[in-house]
């Protein structure tokens, strides 16, 4: 009989021996929810010593407060013998710490009869990395999900920052892109929470190297700002702040060396440890990155055939038509000359020399996009007067807007500083004027305005004429490379569809833009908005 009592007193110790050294927090409470025992694990994971837990009522020390009035109801169901669900099952539940944060854990509960009353025994784990790895996994999932279906680029940062806002409860998530081109990073995607203000942070371009996208884009690194509202470097991070975001991170979008933008995540708070969230938005990061540029490649692929296609049009229809002028004028020439009076010869050298210079501008135009778009067009900026720009373009096409007896008026201050390239915005004075004169029929007016608005900011320059106008349908597609409105179309007006482009890519690379006048009149107004200063100035 003493042999068994001394087996049943061993097996005892090893079990208390057996629990000191278990990763799985004990945690052992009477029928009133008292703690009867708690081993070191439970110290580890939920932060309070043996002689701080023992006798303390569990719900207290660990139960968040809005599960403690379920927590007393299901213990005194439990105490009552009623046999309850939850024992013998795993459970997923939440637990505090010490130290107020709140985690999920993983637990078993068992019970047993004691002398003295009911004793509820439980085993828990915390699950926090476990349950960060499949929300990870889900996320992961959701945006390669997106990424597979999306129909073009724009719907698939769409995805990327929907997925990660709404799976990871982040505030706002931005998706930037770096457009080469115009040396600007553009948000293609931002993600807000509802009831989430934006304020002045909801900002849809940036300078590169400025706020957290231009500074992860520079650097070509990912970066972490632990106090956005510490961080005076950057303006947007003091707009964040206000409006209640403390810590953002973001991770470059890169394909080989390539740096193609950034994955910006803002929240009140991160949860998950630094490494680990740099890892998994790294990783969505390349993903993405990777389906970006594939797409782009695709897109390239379109763009080369539709722009191909385009441009043989063009060229069997504008270049075709000045060289068959050129040829049979000077085949005529050749043949008739002796019959010809010598006005006759020099109508004919006139009509060449017309078609030569069609030829002419044609491949100047498309040689000056080519330069542009590749970036080799290089854009001077110096101090310099756009009413003098404007009024060197009146005047070289006066004689063109007098031979259609077209009014051509300028309402111009007396100096217009600005910080711009000169040479370039010539050339958008004389592609808009001559548009002008070449879409409006004879006896019109065309008026020439700029000015600085209130702030002493921006230049606003508007040509305004009372021509064939552009309708509607045309407008979106008008600063693309050959197209043609159809109101010129039918008049049979000539033009390559390339002068508007240009325009357009030598107004964006002075950081101002253009746009087409709400039109109810006859006519057309484009509006070109300039910095007075460009900002690198
Ligand atoms: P082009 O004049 O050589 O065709 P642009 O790129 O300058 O090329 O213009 C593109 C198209 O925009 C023109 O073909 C014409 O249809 C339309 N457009 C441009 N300016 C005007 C204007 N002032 N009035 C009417 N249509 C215009």
Redesign the pocket.
């Given at each position: 009989m003493s042999e068994r009592v001394d087996d049943v007193d061993g097996v005892v110790r090893q079990a208390q021996a057996v629990l000191a050294v278990t990763l799985q927090a004990y945690v052992a409470i009477d029928t009133e929810g008292r703690v009867l025992g708690w081993n070191p694990a439970a110290e580890r994971i939920f932060g309070f010593t043996p002689a701080q837990a023992c006798a303390r009522d569990l719900a207290d020390l660990i139960i968040p407060v809005r599960f403690r009035d379920a927590h007393r109801a299901g213990m005194a169901r439990l105490a009552a013998g009623e046999p309850g669900r939850v024992l013998g099952q795993q459970l997923q539940l939440a637990a505090v710490h010490r130290d107020g944060h709140e985690f999920p854990i993983e637990l078993t509960l068992t019970v047993t009869d004691e002398p003295g009353g009911r004793v509820f025994h439980a085993f828990a784990h915390d699950d926090t990395t476990a349950q960060r790895a499949v929300r990870f996994a889900v996320v992961e999932a959701a945006v390669a999900g997106g990424l597979a279906v999306a129909e073009s680029s724009t719907v698939a940062a769409a995805r990327v920052v929907e997925a990660l806002g709404v799976r990871m409860g982040w505030p706002v998530v931005e998706l930037w892109l770096v457009d080469d081109h115009r040396q600007v990073l553009t948000c293609v995607a931002r993600h807000t929470e509802p009831g989430q203000r934006l304020g002045d942070f909801a900002l849809d371009e940036l300078e590169p190297g400025i706020g957290l996208p231009g500074r992860v884009c520079a650097d070509g690194a990912a970066r972490w700002i632990p106090d956005l509202s510490a961080d005076g470097v950057s303006l947007r991070s003091a707009a964040a702040a206000r409006i209640g975001l403390r810590v953002a991170v973001g991770v470059p979008l890169a394909f080989g060396r390539h740096t193609l933008g950034a994955l910006c995540v803002y929240a009140e708070r991160m949860d998950d440890p630094e490494d680990t969230l740099l890892g998994l938005l790294g990783r969505l990061a390349a993903q993405v990155g990777q389906y970006l540029e594939r797409r782009r490649a695709e897109e390239l692929t379109v763009e080369l055939a539709r722009t191909k296609d385009e441009f043989l049009t063009m060229v069997t229809h504008e270049l075709r038509n000045p060289l068959a002028v050129i040829s049979s004028s000077t085949a005529l020439l050749d043949e008739e000359l002796d019959e010809l009076t010598s006005e006759q010869q020099h109508e004919y050298l006139r009509i060449i020399t017309r078609s030569a210079q069609r030829l002419s501008v044609m491949t100047d135009?498309l040689l000056d996009l080519a330069r542009l778009e590749s970036g080799h067009l290089a854009v001077d900026p110096i101090d310099t007067d756009l009413r003098d720009i404007i009024e060197q373009a009146v005047q070289a096409n006066a004689t063109l807007a007098a031979g259609k007896q077209l009014t051509v008026t300028m309402q111009l201050p007396e100096r217009l500083a600005l910080h711009a390239d000169p040479t370039r915005l010539r050339q958008v004075a004389d592609?808009?004027l001559s548009?002008?004169i070449?879409?409006?029929p004879a006896g019109g007016t065309i008026t020439i305005a700029a000015g600085l608005d209130d702030t002493g900011e921006t230049i606003t320059w508007t040509?305004a004429?009372t021509?064939?106008?552009?309708p509607t349908a045309?407008q979106t597609r008008?600063f693309r490379r050959f197209?043609?409105?159809?109101?010129?179309?039918e008049k049979c007006?000539?033009?390559?569809?390339?002068?508007?482009?240009?325009?357009r890519t030598i107004v964006e690379r002075h950081h101002g833009t253009i746009t087409l006048a709400e039109h109810t009149g006859p006519?057309?107004t484009?509006i070109v908005r300039l910095p007075s200063t460009t900002p690198s100035a």
């Open positions: 135009d592609n808009l548009n002008a070449k879409y409006t040509v004429d021509g064939i106008g552009i045309d008008l197209y043609r409105a159809s109101t010129a179309l007006i000539p033009g390559t569809g390339l002068g508007l482009v240009i325009t006519g057309t484009f």
